[in-house]
């Protein structure tokens, strides 16, 4: 028997298809070549914008023969397109086929859902809210290489007025520090080199928690603490909570990647309001120096939306200054989309969607070359590189990344995957390094679960 997992949106859901593989890992599926020949095949979705939602749409479409094909495959839709007000009955009109539809609480229950689904036409279990716990004691059938994540919150309670994520993740709930210190320990210890964290907003870790100890810099701290080499990397920081303490953490560590990911959406104080972001250009703009003058080695990436509603030319400006001033490393640009339910939706002076797509190209076309120059800076430089894979393409080379974030390619051996090393970079564009090892620092023993196309994020 085998599986399929087809996953959309952010790493919150690539985890948690690691998860859900891991319940048909347990009931002796393996994986299969493509959706179309598997015998239970899982669409992991996502709402963030309204392209995902479509995508998501017409790739379940095209399951339709394989299904007259094969009757007893088992389709099943869930995450956050799942979880939406009225979106079950949506699927099932526009596609009866589907068999188990069940939405972001309940990802643990995957396997009752097949056990029902075996007695009855179609399963479809959607909650508002459960015990985290029943997911924190999931089995993972990790696929990442030397990397693996870790869930440090789950939901949201920030309400950007854009987002759709809040009511689809639920409030935020932390997990207690013992838990994920564990899980990073034990993880650590199986010979993965690279631990993400994962939540909405990482820096209000603990908020929920009663004791005041209970927050991320000590979460982090501890976690740099662990008696072993390896990178620690955290998503996603909100400007608003990132404390100071927390850029002292990082900036003492040993294992604390000097990296921060830090979503910015707009350089407009006016739309940063009506965004309900809760911090200033200026606020942020402080936090970027205060970074660099602990950490000069920091780089820095960021979300952006253009064509919130009201964005003026005079507002789009604004971001473009603000992304000259910071010059980060590398950007995730959105055309703003309108979401069911969120407060932005009703607003009015919605952007032309011909003026959204001039921005974005100005802002991608902007960042180009600012992220060329920063590459660029490296040339004759050597950086310490986590290796992390074999290069896609060519034979012969690797695939790795700096501290910093950027990736790097390089000549070299299988046998250097999970090894720490120095490389001497000698070209550069927009995205990668491309560089030649001049030393080991530490080698490792493991056999690596290299990514596989099995949790294949669309
Ligand atoms: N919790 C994270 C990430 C949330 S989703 C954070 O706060 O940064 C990732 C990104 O998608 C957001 O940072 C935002 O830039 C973008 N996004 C969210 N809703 C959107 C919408 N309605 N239209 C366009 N982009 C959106
Ligand atoms: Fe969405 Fe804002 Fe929460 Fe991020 S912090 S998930 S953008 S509501
Ligand atoms: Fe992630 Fe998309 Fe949900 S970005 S939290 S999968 S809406």
Not at 353 to 369: P, T
Not at 396 to 423: E, N, R, V
Request: proline share 2%.
């Amino acid at each position: 028997m085998k599986y399929f997992i087809n996953t959309y949106g952010c790493q919150m859901n690539v985890h948690e298809s690691e998860k859900l593989a891991g319940i048909l890992e347990d009931l002796g599926y393996s994986l299969a070549d493509s959706d179309q020949v598997a015998d239970v095949v899982v669409f992991n979705t996502c709402a963030i914008r309204e392209s995902a939602e479509q995508k998501i749409f017409g790739n379940i479409g095209m399951l339709k023969q394989a299904k007259k094909q094969n009757p007893n495959m088992i389709i099943a839709v869930c995450g956050c397109m799942s979880q939406q007000k009225g979106y079950a009955e949506l699927i099932v009109k526009k596609y009866p086929y589907v068999d188990i539809i069940f939405g972001t609480h309940n990802i643990a229950r995957f396997k009752d859902f097949l056990n029902k689904r075996n007695k009855q036409k179609r399963v479809i279990e959607i909650v508002e809210t459960e015990d985290i716990s029943c997911r924190d004691n999931m089995k993972v059938a990790r696929t990442s290489g030397v990397n693996a994540w870790v869930n440090i919150t789950y939901g949201c309670n920030n309400f950007c007025t854009y987002c759709i994520v809040p009511y689809v993740r639920g409030r935020e709930v932390s997990r207690p520090a013992a838990d994920i210190i564990g899980e990073v320990e034990e993880l650590l210890k199986q010979g993965y080199k690279q631990i993400t964290l994962l939540g909405q907003n990482v820096n209000s870790y603990g908020n929920d928690i009663l004791d005041d100890n209970v927050n991320f810099a000590n979460l982090l701290q501890s976690l740099d603490n662990l008696p072993y080499k390896y990178r620690l990397r955290f998503m996603t920081s909100h400007p608003k909570d990132l404390s100071l303490k927390v850029l002292e953490v990082m900036a003492g560590s040993k294992n604390i990647c000097h990296y921060l990911h830090l979503p910015v959406q707009s350089g407009s104080d006016f739309i940063l309001k009506a965004m309900n972001r809760k911090y200033t250009v200026d606020k942020y703009l402080n936090l970027i120096e205060t970074a660099r003058k602990m950490m000069p080695d920091i780089q820095f990436s960021s979300d952006l939306i253009v064509g919130f509603p009201g964005e003026t030319e005079d507002d789009f400006n604004k971001t473009l200054e603000l992304v000259k001033k910071v010059r980060y490393q590398q950007l995730f640009t959105f055309i703003y989309s309108k979401r069911k339910g969120t407060v932005a939706e009703t607003m009015d002076n919605q952007v032309d969607i011909k003026i959204k797509k001039q921005r974005l190209s100005k802002l991608i076309e902007l960042e180009k070359g600012i992220a060329t120059e920063i590459s660029q800076s490296y040339i004759g430089k050597t950086v310490e590189v986590l290796v992390e894979g074999k290069h896609p393409k060519k034979q012969g080379y690797l695939m790795g990344s700096c501290d910093f974030g950027k990736t790097i390619s390089f000549k070299g051996d299988d046998k250097l995957l999970g090894s720490f090393a120095y490389c001497l970079i000698e070209k550069a564009n927009h995205t990668t390094l491309f560089g030649s090892i001049t030393k080991i620092i530490q080698s490792s023993e493991t056999e690596y679960n290299l990514p596989t196309n099995k949790i294949r994020r669309k």
